[in-house]
């Protein structure tokens, strides 16, 4: 049984900084490609960033340069560092562990959640 635990989540002024944390319990993490997503209100919700077993990572255009996802096998612990927030990176922030296909994103667990709110 996975679980994914997040954590990290609060609130901060435009321009700040988080880091979330994902811990996963009851799986072999460092066999799974895992994935941040992110859902704001009333939007569906988005792929933030993805990381492979190997640590090759990718991320949606809007956060390029600005987030940084990592993850520590020994730990299994997946991470967001979050800098020059915006206002509109204010979500739900979701952990997942995920299969990379050629065309498509599977998602096989999700975590619960962590709320980021950023104020202007």
């Known amino acids: 049984q996975v679980q994914l635990v997040e954590s990290g989540g609060g609130l901060v002024q435009a321009g700040g900084s988080l880091r979330l944390s994902c811990a996963d319990s009851g799986y072999i993490f460092s066999l799974n490609a895992m994935a941040w997503y992110r859902q704001a209100p009333g939007k569906q919700r988005e792929m933030v960033a993805t990381?492979?077993?190997?640590?090759?990572?990718n991320y949606v255009d809007s956060v390029k340069g600005r987030f940084t996802v990592s993850r520590d096998n020994a730990k299994k612990t997946l991470y967001l560092q979050m800098n020059s927030l915006k206002p509109e990176d204010t979500a739900i922030y979701y952990c997942?562990?995920?299969?990379?296909?050629?065309?498509?994103?599977?998602?096989?667990?999700w975590g619960q959640g962590t709320q980021v709110t950023v104020s202007s």
């Open positions: 997942a562990v995920v299969r990379i296909m050629v065309n498509k994103v599977v998602v096989d667990y």
């Open positions: 990381c492979t077993t190997r640590g090759l990572k």
